[in-house]
């Protein structure tokens, strides 16, 4: 009984202390933010589980500032300043948080994307950085590889049209997306999900998941889903793993000893240090999973946009420069350049947080002191519509605010869609570059609408640093125009 006594008064006292320190010792105590936030981080465990955490934290930098403390030990920032000295400064800003542990794949086996620690992820980055540079990715052959697999969505979409059926443009976007990445890691045994077949189970099974409990609960209860993991198993198993297709995509094309000279699996298989197969498999397996739903999403959302009555003017500019130009580089048209940006802006598919933490000694953050090890982020969501000085009317979607000279310098530093810094997205080159050719090709040809039958919602649902259309369908009519 004693016993029991003394392990209540210690768990009393310690709960005392804490908020004790939480509300009156503490660093952060200065900065502002809901009351209840500085004694436990309830309130944002229960936005992360209901898929709200982007937009509860959006409604607290609308009421507090450009510095929010979401938990006793996390703070949001909401200020490109505040982003660069997150991200950037001093070799690619602070540590990653172990958040990234979920990301490893294949029990466990770290890749470039989950590593924590920055030494690391630079030797895995350096690996393959030059196979992502821009002069790389916009080679003659490794573009002619994205116009192929751009010239099936546009045939497959052709097809439907002539049938006069609506589009299924969110799976077909994803094919796409799938045939391009995996063609870039391991060409010739890339997938061509877009005709169908065994390929399009890979498109399902990786659009069709909803992770996002399932991802909060390994994030902040590993040990309790290892267990629940474990006991789930069998069943499993019995009813067809759910995770087959791809990784065993992988797994068994990172055992083939011919891919082609220009792929990241090549270089990978090349290397003079010795890569244990396993690892490769896991950076490969990141890369593709990292190159679907993001650029999938993004076209979904961007060319659902395009498709309702209040874009027509949009789509009718970006029709006439694409018919007036057939032979310009792809970088040199402005507007679609400018459409693709206004896309990411409001519909980055990563529109998340993404979690950093302070190092040794604290850092001052918007004139706050930070202490070490307190978790700090900036999420891509607040960045493109917080300072309204820089994107006036921030929800609307204009693409010609990209074109003006003015304020050009702001609206890049804060333009978060593919992250900041040596961590940002490496695979941003080649995403841009299949969003423009896609669009490109279906602009020049066609006149897009949302389809009658369409019913579906589009509201953006958030996923674990992603997000996507709530319903996954987006049904478009595409008619043909005259050049
Ligand atoms: C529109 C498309 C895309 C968007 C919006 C996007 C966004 C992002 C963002 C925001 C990050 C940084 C996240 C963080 O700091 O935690 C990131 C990292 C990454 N992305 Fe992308 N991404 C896209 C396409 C791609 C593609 C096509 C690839 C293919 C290789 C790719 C591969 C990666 C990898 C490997 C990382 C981790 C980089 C590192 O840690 O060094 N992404 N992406």
Redesign the pocket.
Known sequence: MLAVNLLLAGLLARAVYLLYYRLLISSLRHIPGPFISRLTRLPLTYHEYNANRRLYLHDLHKRYGPAVRIAPDEVSFATAEAAKQIYSIGGSGYEKTHFYDIFANFDGVKN??STIYKGE?AER?KRVADR?TKMYVMQPHIMAVVEEHVHAFVSRVGQLAAAKNSVNIYIYLHAFALDC?THYLFHPYGTHSIDGGEDMKKVEELCYYDSIRDRYTEVHFPRLHKFFDICARPFRERRGSQSGYVLNLVRETCAKSDPEESTVLYRYQTMKEDIPPLEIASEIM??LV??IE??GD?LCFLLWHLSLPESAAIQERLRSELQQNTVTAIDDLRYLDAVVQEG?RVY???PMS?PRVVPNEGRVLEGYFVPAGTVVSCQ?WTLHRFDTVTFPNPEAFIPERWLQEEGRLERNRLFF???AG???????N??TLE?KVLLREIYSTYKTSVAPDMKGSMEISDQI?ASRPKDQICLLSFEATEA
Do not use: N, S
């Not at 040596?422 to 941003?428: T, W």
């Open positions: 470039m994307f992820h980055r992502f990445i990141d890369q990292a190159g993001t650029t993004a990411l980055g598919p990563a993404f891509a869609a593919f992250g040596g961590r940002g997205c490496i695979g941003k080649l995403a969003m640093v």
